[in-house]
């Protein structure tokens, strides 16, 4: 396609279960990225990869998120034992280069997450 | 790392008014300013960005100025138009190279 695109566009789980999100970035973008937005609030980071590697996950909130892009391509946030707090709206958006301060990030339509 | 704090939070402008909202940055580091416009229950898209190098840019009816010394920079929309109704993010790097912080967002709306 020719923007990212992101599934499932919402996602409503009980407490305590495990959720996938998924990312297909635009083709040849070989940076991506996750970022998380509350309700009022600005996108928040969360994790970076270029390529098929994590270059910095320095904003999962804890060791219950995980994400991974094993071809360097498609990319998934997994969450374990999921909380109420975890509902947010999840973001993931794309660069042709991974550097934030030459390229536009172009983002998917997000998956909202909602923890009952 | 980065701070990015956005003023006002929310702004209501009648149709051909001009729109300015104010961003701040702790980091001296960040050299790339983005402003990204969201739409209800849409993804966020750039509008305009601005480089260290320079202090104002311009595209139509929206500008970005920036001062470094200050750590700030602000986006002005003239002759607003109801399309303009948005909520609108600053970002800025800090020493990253990749990652941005985004502010809070300014709720904007234009009424016809």
Known sequence: GAGVSQTPSNKVTEKGKYVELRCD????????????QSLGQGPEFLIYFQG?????????????????????????L????????????????SSFSGRANTGELFFGEGSRLTVL | G????QHPSTLSVQEGDS??????????????????????????????DIRSNVGEKKD?????TLN??????????????PEDSAVYFCAAPGGSNYKLTFGKGTLLTVNP
């Open chain 1, 52 to 76: 098929t590697g994590a270059a910095d996950d320095s904003g999962l909130p804890n060791d219950r998120f995980f994400a991974v892009r094993p071809e360097g391509s498609v990319s998934t």
């Open chain 1, 78 to 93: 997994k969450i374990q034992r999921t909380e109420r707090g975890d509902s947010a709206v999840y973001l993931c958006a």
């Open chain 1, 25 to 36: 970035p635009i083709s040849g973008h070989t940076a991506l990225y996750w970022y998380r």
């Open chain 2, 2 to 5: 980065e701070n990015v704090e």
């Open chain 2, 19 to 48: 729109a300015v909202i104010k961003c701040t940055y702790s980091d001296s580091a960040s050299n790339y300013f983005p402003w990204y416009k969201q739409e209800l229950g849409k993804r966020p898209q750039l509008i305009i």
């Open chain 2, 60 to 64: 139509q009816r929206i500008a970005v």
């Open chain 2, 68 to 81: 470094k010394t200050a750590k700030h920079f602000s986006l002005h929309i003239t002759e607003t138009q």
